[in-house]
């Protein structure tokens, strides 16, 4: 395998479909782990033990790249060119999702990272392929809208299957997918996969806290 073959020329303008899904299934799976199968000291213990295998892997990805390149043919589809020589988005995407299963309750925390799981690939890609108009730099509104339906089916499907259900239930999730969307189009230097999970959790718990919507 050539040196040419090996660089990572994605970039977030890019749609590079191989990593959405890759964010889509990874994040779908924890959670519904998490709802059907694993108690809360299980599934800590493992994306604990997780994110401490993946920052060691970046760490050792970054500091040998001759020994990267035996990955190249995996992660040449998941990550960008600035990833190239620096931390991956993945390790702040588990920490991310376990620091909201440690810090919510666990209706809150699954609808968290269901949000991060689907509304944030999909925004992407519908704003890549279909934006057009813009109020941010790099933020279509149709990437925004996106991201506002895709956390509002998220919270309510989420809901349905603990039976959190009648109007409040509906007013809660459009005010938290409302005002995810706003933050999700803000330019802010932090990493979406960390703020999105943390943002949506906290907000979900005010405003079910607000509204008197009992979530366990």
């Not at 993946?54 to 790249?65: A, E, G, K, N």
């Not at 259900?165 to 809660?172: A, F, H, I, L, M």
């Not at 459009?174 to 803000?186: C, H, R």
Request: proline fraction near 3%.
């Amino acid at each position: 395998m050539s040196d040419d073959q090996l660089v990572v020329k994605a970039t977030r303008k890019d749609l590079q479909i191989s990593r959405r899904i890759f964010h889509m299934v990874n994040g779908s799976v924890i959670a519904t782990a998490y709802n059907l199968t694993l108690t809360h000291k299980q599934v800590v213990y493992m994306l604990g033990t997780g994110a401490c295998l993946l920052y060691l892997f970046d760490q050792i990805r970054i500091s040998y790249p001759e020994l990267s390149n035996n990955f190249a043919r995996f992660t040449k589809y998941i990550l960008r060119a600035e990833e190239q020589l620096k931390e991956s988005a993945a390790v702040p995407y588990i920490i991310a999702i376990l620091l909201t299963i440690l810090s919510f309750p666990k209706v809150i925390a699954l609808c968290s990272i269901y949000t991060l799981a689907f509304a944030d690939p999909l925004s992407a890609i519908i704003g890549i392929r279909f934006g057009k108009r813009h109020i941010v730099k790099e933020k279509s509104v149709e990437g925004s809208i996106a991201f506002f339906l895709t956390t509002f089916l998220c919270v309510l499907l989420v809901f349905d299957s603990y039976h959190i259900n009648g109007w409040k239930s509906w007013v809660v999730a459009g005010l938290v997918s409302f005002m995810g969307a706003g933050i999700e189009m803000l330019p802010l230097r932090l990493d979406d996969n960390l703020t999105i999970p943390l943002f949506t959790a906290f907000t979900l718990w005010i405003f079910c806290s607000t509204f008197g919507v009992h979530v366990v």
